[in-house]
């Protein structure tokens, strides 16, 4: 089946600095993936849809100066949590969309960011 | 606006005995609906899709548009069944986003 992956699998960074997530679908092509942030014991919030070769779409509430996303390729998406703070600690899942598997999304491992 | 609600945080039933996860929904168009699991320590995987109208695992979902439910049924849980069960509901004319349920721990005790 379909895999994603994730790049870092966890993360810990002093408050103020920068830190990259990526996420790659390895054996198809995704024109469109999605972050999700996940607080503990909570459901999944979608932050952005991520299109190949354009921008972002942030949901309400999200600041996308604040996490940037590059959807370069077809197979990598990254996340750019900039300036992070304590309250970014969370976990970040990424999803990506097959187009041939029929609106399935299939989902990474996470990455659990912790901001010192 | 869409939501999707889970009213059981956790689910606790004996294994044999049958499964009913409840999901209810609002959305103003056509939905479609998912079941996704999350086995421990497992990232999050699709169950079933309402439009498929398959039985997974032994697992099944109806829905009804009347009463905007989405439940999932199991007649007989097994212990491997054990884990997070998200519902999920995409918005078609939104590119296909996904809004999730809070999920519900289903936990299939001996």
């Known amino acids: 089946g379909a895999v994603v992956s994730q790049h870092p699998s966890w993360v810990i960074c002093k408050s103020g600095t920068s830190v990259k997530i990526e996420c790659r679908s390895l054996d198809f092509q995704a024109t469109t993936m999605f972050w999700y942030r996940q607080f503990p014991k909570q459901s999944l919030m979608l932050m952005a849809t991520?299109?190949?070769?354009?921008?972002?779409?942030?949901e309400q509430g999200v600041e996308k100066d604040k996490f940037l996303i590059n959807h370069a390729s077809l197979t990598l998406s990254t996340l750019t949590v900039t300036s992070a703070h304590p309250e970014d600690s969370s976990f970040y899942i990424c999803?990506?969309?097959?187009?041939?598997?029929?609106?399935?999304?299939?989902f990474g491992p996470g990455t659990r960011l912790t901001v010192l | 606006a869409q939501r999707v609600t889970q009213p059981e945080k956790l689910l606790s039933v004996f294994k044999g005995a049958p499964v009913e996860l409840k999901c209810n929904y609002s959305y103003s168009g056509s939905p479609e609906l998912f079941w996704y699991v999350q086995y421990s320590r497992q990232r999050l995987q699709l169950l079933l899709r309402?439009?498929s109208r398959e039985s997974i695992k032994g697992f099944t979902a109806d829905l009804n548009k009347g009463e905007t439910s989405f439940h999932l049924k199991k007649p007989f849980a097994q212990e491997e069944d054990s884990a997070m069960y998200y519902c999920a509901l995409s918005h078609t004319g939104g590119g296909n986003k996904l809004t999730f349920g809070t999920g519900t721990q289903l936990k299939v005790e001996l």
């Open positions: 309402h439009i």
């Open positions: 999803s990506a969309r097959d187009s041939v598997s029929y609106n399935e999304q299939f």
């Open positions: 991520s299109n190949e070769g354009s921008k972002a779409t942030y």
